[in-house]
């Protein structure tokens, strides 16, 4: 019998070398792409922890900037409000009328018809004729313009807080994300030289091995981590750069902002009753002066990098001295390059890009936010007009087909009609210009701030920003 079995695989040796060749073979081959499978599914999941952890940080990154500039505000808000006193004004006003005064109401109606004279060059600037120290509204002292002047002071002085405040506000908050997403790339490139140098020591290690990391590598570790990561009175000594704009810069969109608010209101009376569309046409070409050169080309970062950024050592030294931080960082080598790379920035076209999209949301958020204190048409007269309307399409078909040459002036008059849009005097608009500045600086929640941190702009911009790795 075991001759027979025996003289069977001697039979068919040749069968049974290739039957193990192929059987081996399939087993390594099985093997093989069991190994790559498995590492590129590690690879997968390492590559999406990544896309997580850089989510996630950028995420919570954005968050801190808007809390940032959520606390910058108040520091914001007072010098603009005391800089353009409106309510100061209005006090003087109302003090004008005690003596001898035959009506206590403030009435417009009461006013001369010259209310709408040219005011002095410095009238938009808080050049209150009473000082007011916190006292009562005995303590002011009678006023020396006259209330032609005051009312003069206070429609430009009211407009130009509002729209400084805007510009401000956008200004701002673009600078500080700006700002912090400069710091984040630091720390975000840190936890990546991190998880590295953790692959790289647990690659070295043996792979049983139940040895503790040696001193050695930890320091190595920490050494790489620490050359990557800014320091920690450069990072501080960057960030006193918002003390500049805060305190100094402003001043500057103020000034540009009035001197085109005086240009485009001066000539419109407090009496002049405006639409809701004529309002906002008045405030487009305010804007168009502040943002725009003469021949039309939007100079918007020309116009406000030094306002964001010191432009002399003298200044860079007074910032640093001002904000509580050491003016010797300026010799730092990382120091310099960080301000060279956000002075490359705020030239870019991808930062004027950014602010006029901030600021074209911005001004959409006041124009529906003045549009609400428009009365509302009844629905009867809209209702009307609706068909009157209707009413005269159909003329205009009928008079286009068959009236001669003579009724030409018949077809444009019914052409030219319009539904009637309320109207509000310029006057009754200021309260309103007045209250709004308050939301926009003091508001909690803060829409406008919230409409321009949604920009989609801005978050690419911050992105572009935070991920690209730094060449320090």
């Not at 499978?37 to 997968?44: A, K, P, Y």
């Not at 007072?78 to 209005?90: F, G, K, S």
């Not at 673009?174 to 647990?202: D, K, W």
Request: proline share 5%.
């Amino acid at each position: 019998m075991f001759q027979s079995v025996a003289g069977f695989f001697k039979r068919h040796r040749t069968a049974f070398v290739v039957s193990a060749g192929v059987v081996g073979g399939i087993y390594w081959v099985g093997q093989y792409a069991k190994k790559k499978i498995v590492e590129m599914q590690t690879s997968m999941a390492k590559e999406r922890m990544l896309q997580e952890n850089l989510r996630r940080r950028f995420e919570q990154n954005q968050h801190d900037c808007t809390f940032t500039v959520m606390s910058l505000l108040p520091a914001l808000c007072e010098p603009i409000l005391d800089t353009m006193n409106v309510e100061r004004l209005v006090q003087a006003l109302k003090e004008y009328r005690k003596p001898g005064a035959s009506t206590p109401s403030p009435a417009l109606s009461t006013e001369p018809e010259g209310l709408a004279c040219t005011p002095s060059a410095g009238s938009t600037r808080s050049q209150s004729p009473a000082s007011h120290d916190g006292g009562p509204a005995a303590d002011f002292i009678h006023p020396t313009k006259s209330k032609v002047e005051l009312w003069e002071d206070i429609k430009l002085t009211s407009f130009t807080r509002l729209l400084t405040s805007l510009y401000c506000l956008n200004l701002l908050t673009v600078f500080v994300y700006l700002q912090l997403n400069l710091i984040g790339r630091f720390i975000y490139t840190e936890s990546l030289a991190t998880i590295s140098q953790g692959r790289n020591t647990a690659a070295s290690a043996e792979p049983n091995s139940t040895k503790p990391p040696t001193p050695a590598a930890m320091s190595a570790s920490t050494e790489t981590s620490g050359a990557r990561r800014l320091p920690f009175a450069i990072e501080q000594s960057y960030l006193t750069f918002s003390w500049w704009f805060l305190h100094v810069g402003w001043q500057a969109c103020h000034e540009r902002v009035a001197a085109a608010v005086a240009e485009v209101l001066n000539g419109v009376s407090l009496k002049q009753k405006l639409t809701h569309l004529e309002l906002m046409d008045l405030i487009d070409q305010v804007r168009t002066k502040v943002e725009k050169s003469d021949q039309g080309q939007t100079v918007l970062g020309k116009r406000f990098l030094s306002s964001l950024l010191p432009a002399t050592d003298q200044d860079l030294r007074r910032t640093l001295t001002e904000g509580g931080a050491n003016p010797s960082a300026l010799s730092h080598p990382q120091f310099q390059q960080l301000l060279n790379e956000t002075r490359d920035l705020l030239e870019s076209t991808d930062f004027e890009l950014v602010c006029t999209r901030c600021l074209d949301r911005s001004f959409v958020l006041l124009n529906d936010t003045l549009h609400q204190f428009y009365p509302e048409l009844p629905l009867a007269t809209a209702t009307a007009q609706s068909r009157t309307f209707a009413a005269a399409q159909d003329q205009i078909i009928e008079l286009s087909e068959s009236a001669g040459q003579g009724s030409v002036d018949l077809v444009e008059e019914f052409a030219n009609f319009q539904v009637d849009e309320p109207r509000l005097a310029l006057a009754t608009l200021i309260p309103r210009v007045t209250r709004e500045v308050h939301q926009l600086l003091n508001g909690f929640p803060n829409q406008y701030l919230d409409a321009i941190t949604k920009v989609s702009e801005l978050q690419a911009f911050s992105a572009i920003i935070y991920t690209t790795l730094d060449p320090y």
